[in-house]
């Protein structure tokens, strides 16, 4: 059926060019339509009154409107037309689909439910809704979406999951975000505020009524007035999912992690509220400035769910998530922590209250692995079974000081088994007198690697990197055997001697 408005302005330009053809090409419509229009004009008919049914069709209207009621209006112009054939129906399918366009368009106008207009107050309603992310490594995001009903200043925010903690958590941010809390919160029959119903009533969950005695606000699941006011936080699901989840129509890349997502939701919230409105003609920022005049006063501690699960810090300095152990600052050891999944990552936070801050971020780990992080622990050795060595007197002391290449070479020598390391340790001590430090450090650092540990093998590391030649070596006396040559003076002058 013609459109009215489309129907005046055939109508119009007949008037204008008296041709029926004229008229047509004028409005895109065809020249037969505005032909009726005219005939309908001319006897008086209603422009809102649907076209008179074609004659072959007359005698079937009746079963026509009957199978429309039982469909609800639901049944399609071509199943009519098949159901008609079989009963002896001659017109063609394009006048049944006329036909049943028109018995359509009555049946609605009579059946049409009718709303109370709602006319929202500043301060009284928020609502939410979720809609579905992003995948970030692997793991499902979901789109928490609130909407002021009287400024329609918006928030989204990520989660990884729609549970009640991390519902609290969004909705507690929400709350601070917008500056204060409203009077009721509407979202649908959320199994994470419902229990079950009775009688069609909705019973709360015992959580979520803490949650709102705590926040001094009423958690309802039902709309009133209108079913359909809840389209503002439904919107702004659909926003929301058009600009921040990647398809191949946005084009958008994929977020390689969660605090990207979280960006590009403050971004987007940021855009939609400072733009103005196509019903309030105004900027949702710029009404939220009157309306949080009208919010309740938060209390300076968030509820303790919005935080996650609270969990002991071991003496390890570890804390235990979901079958995975995750490291904390070793100041916290002793105390505790809350621990939430967000979408990939694990998040700790310390505190209470105002004072509650994020102590640091890991990624999910499977049940049975580990996630610990170096910064988390004082300096040590990266392996446990790592020693550095530490001097104990003065004479180690002094071998220490000579630099990393003589840690290297007491830890290569002692590790080979080397025998009077002490001794030669001395010795080192005694060549830095002679050569300086920095020369034997070098010289024992190349001991160390090369493996050359036996005695003399550091001074002719030493001479070898001078460049000078090696001066000869007289061992001294007390290094001989014998006690004196004086043995050996007559030797061979006996033989001479002999007959």
């Known amino acids: 059926m013609l459109p009215k408005e489309k129907k005046m302005e055939a109508l119009e330009a007949f008037d204008l060019t008296r041709s029926y053809r004229a008229a047509g090409q004028l409005t ?17 008919q209603s422009m809102e009154e649907p076209p008179g049914l074609v004659g072959v069709a007359e005698a079937f209207a009746d079963k026509i409107i009957e199978w429309i009621d039982r469909s609800g209006g639901k049944i399609r112009a071509d199943v009519v037309h098949e159901k008609l054939k079989t009963m002896s129906y001659t017109g063609s399918e394009r006048t049944t689909r006329r036909v049943v366009a028109a018995l359509k368009a009555s049946y609605r106008r009579q059946n049409h439910r009718i709303y109370k207009p709602w006319i929202t107050e500043p301060g009284m309603w928020l609502q939410y809704d979720f809609g579905t992310g992003p995948v970030i490594n692997g793991v499902q995001v979901v789109l928490f979406c609130a909407w002021l009903a009287w400024s329609r200043f918006r928030v989204i925010i990520p989660l990884g999951d729609r549970a009640l903690p991390s519902v609290i958590a969004a909705l507690d941010t929400t709350f601070r975000l917008i500056g204060g809390a409203p009077t009721y919160v509407l979202t649908d029959n959320e199994k994470t505020v419902t229990d079950y119903h009775l009688c069609g009533i909705a019973v709360r969950n015992a959580t979520a009524v803490a949650v ?13 007035f209108d079913p359909e006011s809840k389209g503002g936080s439904e919107s702004t699901v659909k926003l929301a999912k058009a600009d921040l989840v990647p398809t191949e129509y946005n084009l958008l890349d994929d977020y390689h992690s969660f605090g990207a997502l979280e960006t590009a939701c403050r971004e987007l919230a940021q855009e939609l509220n400072a733009r103005s409105h196509t019903v309030t003609r105004r900027a949702p920022a710029e009404m939220l400035i009157e309306e949080r005049a009208q919010l309740h006063t938060l ?14 810090v071991s003496w390890s300095s570890t804390v235990s998530f979901r079958g995975a152990r995750y490291s904390v600052p ?11 999944l967000a979408a990939d990552e694990v998040v700790i936070v310390a505190g209470v209250g105002s004072g509650a801050v994020e102590v640091t971020r890991h990624p999910l780990m499977a049940p049975g692995q580990a996630s610990i992080k170096d910064e988390h622990y004082p300096t040590r050795p990266h ?8 001097a104990t007197k003065a004479s180690e002391a002094a071998f220490l000081a000579l630099g990393d290449g003589a840690t290297l070479y007491l830890l290569e020598a ?8 002490e001794r030669k340790m001395a010795e080192a001590v005694t060549l830095s007198a002679l050569h300086g430090t920095a020369v034997v450090d070098r010289a024992l650092g190349v001991a160390a690697m090369a493996g050359r540990f036996v005695e003399g093998d550091l001074e002719s590391i030493i001479v070898h990197a001078s460049g000078a030649p090696p001066a000869a070596v007289v061992p001294p006396a007390e290094h001989s055997l014998a006690t004196g040559t004086a043995g050996w003076s007559s030797f061979g002058t006996a033989d001479e001697r002999r007959p």
């Open 383 to 390: 392996h446990p079974l790592e020693r550095v060595p530490r």
């Open 212 to 224: 709102s005695r705590y926040y001094g606000v009423s958690i309802v699941t039902c709309v009133p």
């Open 299 to 312: 209390p300076d501690t968030p509820y303790t769910a919005a935080f996650g699960e609270s969990r002991a």
């Open 414 to 421: 002692a590790a080979s088994g080397v025998r009077r390391l």
């Open 28 to 44: 895109g419509v065809d020249h037969h339509t505005v032909a009726r229009a005219v005939a309908a004009r001319a006897l008086g």
């Open 330 to 340: 070793n100041t916290y050891v002793g105390g505790g922590v809350w621990v939430r």
